[in-house]
């Protein structure tokens, strides 16, 4: 449990279910969660079960595509805490498999707004909030099945995510601020069903083994 008066705050994106619900559940003993997803009630469980194990959230059930409720959260947040310790970006869309020539054009706006237009305006947002502790860190995840036939629109928006977080990484390579990229194993959740819905998902590592697990990795583990 977190009895520090001045906590570590934790920005999870993601944060309704699968790796980045796990993420912030691990990370709940030692940081104040403000758990970003567009789903209220999953954000509530999410949030039952912090508050069950004694930590503490900020529900921020917005649209990470919209603009003005990413500066709304941003600003809320540098007026309650000044900074941001950590920022954990698990959220992505997984568009439709589909072959590079007929990929409709409706999933390929929302795919690149989110994942990689989205991206850049959070790490716009949340830069100078990382900036202002000495010792943050942002992490971002490397999916291996990102890449090959049929995943053209998750692919190319899912890489161009990770370029922009290996940019920031290394313009950050002599700041307090560590830009961290992990590769999770493959896990059950929506976004792996999508892409293999008949796959045997009890072969498949569970999220909240996979957080720990990178936690660990990151040295951010409690």
Known sequence: MNTSPDPKIALVTGASRGLGAALAEALAPTHHIIALARTTGALEELDDRIRA?????????????????????????????????LFVHAAIHAAPLAPAAHVDGRDWAKSVEINATGTQRLITMVDPLLQA??????????????SGKFYGAYGATKAAQLSLARAWQAENARSGLRVSIVTPNP?????????????????LSDPRDEAARLLR???LAG
């Open 187 to 203: 896990m059950p959740t929506a976004t792996r069903a999508r892409f293999h819905p008949g796959e045997d998902r009890a072969a």
């Open 217 to 219: 990795e990151l040295d």
């Open 133 to 146: 502790t000495p010792d943050s860190a942002a992490v971002f995840f490397e999916d291996a099945q990102a």
């Open 53 to 85: 194990a004694g930590g503490q959230a900020t529900l921020a059930p917005m649209d990470l595509t919209v603009e003005a409720a990413m500066q709304q959260l941003c600003r809320s947040i540098y007026d309650r805490w000044g900074r941001l310790d």
